[in-house]
């Protein structure tokens, strides 16, 4: 971090907290899809207190569905709000280019979340507080909080129906596509014949996958990167839980590569007082593989255009066709 | 015309370079010990694909023109079939289309997981195993 915007995000940071502070270490960590995350420490001069925080902002190459920092952070002050383990939320930048939040405890890393020894007691644990903390996200909804913001940020108007809207937003995707991807079709076509019905509308995390909480020795310590969070229907967010490729090579622990989905299942359903229907799970989970292999051929051109070079962008192109294949195998199976 | 060694033998002299030396030397660097290893795996996927990708790419040809009923000439040159091989996947994606077709039991639902199948037998032949 150069020294001039060193000096000046101090600056801000004495004004916000109405005391003086300096920040004494910085540590650049590796962040969501596309922002840039800085650990950073600050010390008070008036009691020579500590407090970590970290820094997220934007780096400039957005992926499409990600949201502005500042409707980041109403989700992150709702969320936390509700008692969901999740980073506090400090301050916004005025311009809306970052956001402060409370640095937690933990390590988000899979292999060390889904296979060290270490945390082989734990992870029932963990599983439990997992599918707690999601119901709560599951619960937020019109009822009972305002979040007319989310519906504008995508032209919605209530009531919607999430799988119909996810279903159009994905035919114009797969219609930009450069090369050709049969599977995806044929897989469009499934899916338009197979819309549930009856959609609970709340907020859905969007990404809610192991990666993207922290997880220590006492087990959750909080859930991450709320940059795809959207109004839509909560089967969304439990089926891409359970996607093949967020089970880190643990493929009969389908649920995050952490245990068997109907034990997770069961757990959301006593938290959540709703039954899951398998038909909403299987649309979704189709869905989500559609969705994460467009995003595969994205990744790769990111690399491709010069926005982000890198060899991890560049292979992820060559793992689409493992989405491809896993979506028509669920179908298959299903009939 | 390039001397020996050909391409997969340079390939696979590298792929033993970056298995032998490299990723033992990165280990203590998580970041740059993954993307050593995922170089590593992408050459491999380079070989494989050196070695079995154009004949592939012959079969798929023939296939998907008889499943099609069109009587297809086979290019000469690996760029060619390749482009070949998009025409024709085009015309299928617009059958798919305006049939709406869905169907696993359909031919073209059978023809497109084959496709996968040969795919993943050069991206990641382990795949279809787990």
């Known amino acids: ?335 | 015309m390039q001397y020996k060694p050909n391409s997969y033998e340079i390939l696979e002299a590298i792929s033993e370079f970056l298995r032998k030396d490299i990723l033992n030397y990165t280990k203590n660097d998580e970041k740059l010990s993954y993307k050593t290893l995922v170089s590593w795996n992408m050459i491999n996927i380079l070989m494989r694909e050196i070695d079995q990708e154009e004949q592939i790419l012959i079969n798929e040809i023939h296939k998907l023109s008889k499943l099609l009923n069109l009587t297809i000439e086979i290019p000469l040159t690996f760029i060619q079939k390749r482009e070949r091989l998009m025409e024709l996947l085009k015309m299928l994606i617009k059958e798919i289309k305006e049939k709406k077709i869905s169907s696993p039991e359909h031919p073209y639902w059978k023809f497109t997981k084959e496709l996968l199948k040969n795919n993943l037998s050069i991206s990641n032949p382990r795949y279809i195993e787990k």
């Open chain 1, 1 to 335: 971090m150069k020294d001039e915007f060193k000096n000046s995000l101090e600056n801000w940071l004495s004004e916000k907290f109405k005391r003086q502070c300096k920040i004494v270490n910085l540590n650049y960590l590796s962040g969501g899809a596309c922002l840039e995350n800085i650990l950073m420490e600050i010390e008070f001069s008036d009691n020579q207190e500590h407090l970590k925080l970290v820094y997220r902002s934007d780096t400039g190459s957005t992926l499409y569905a990600s949201l502005p920092r500042d409707i980041e952070f109403s989700i992150l002050e709702i969320v936390h709000k509700r008692g969901i383990k999740t980073p506090r939320p400090y301050f916004l930048d005025e311009n809306k280019k970052f956001f402060l939040m409370e640095a937690i405890p933990g390590k988000s890393d899979v292999r060390y979340i889904t296979k060290d020894p270490s945390l082989n007691s734990l992870r029932p644990h963990l599983v439990d507080q997992l599918a707690e903390n999601l119901a709560k996200i599951h619960s937020i909804s019109f009822e009972n909080e305002d979040l007319d913001f989310l519906l504008k940020i995508n032209n919605h108007k209530y009531p919607f129906h999430p799988s119909q809207w996810a279903l159009e937003e994905m035919k114009r995707e797969v219609e930009n596509l450069d090369e050709p991807h049969p599977a995806m079709y044929l897989v469009l076509n499934w899916l338009e014949e197979n819309l549930p019905q009856n959609e609970k509308i709340c907020l859905v995390h969007g990404d809610f996958r192991t990666g993207n909480f922290m997880v220590s020795e006492k087990g959750l310590e909080g859930i991450l990167d709320w940059e795809f969070a959207h109004l839509g229907n909560p089967d969304e967010d439990l089926s891409w839980f359970c996607l093949k490729d967020w089970r880190f090579g643990q493929y009969k622990k389908e649920a995050g590569g952490l245990i068997e989905r109907k034990t997770f299942y069961e757990l959301y359903e006593k938290y959540s007082g709703r039954n899951i229907d398998p038909h909403s799970i299987l649309f979704w989970e189709v869905m989500g593989n559609l969705r994460w292999a467009v995003g595969t051929v994205a990744q790769a051109e990111r690399h491709l255009k010069g926005k982000t070079k890198g060899i991890e962008l560049a292979a992820i192109g060559r793992r689409t066709a493992e989405m491809e294949y896993e979506m028509m195998r669920l179908i298959e199976n299903a009939i």
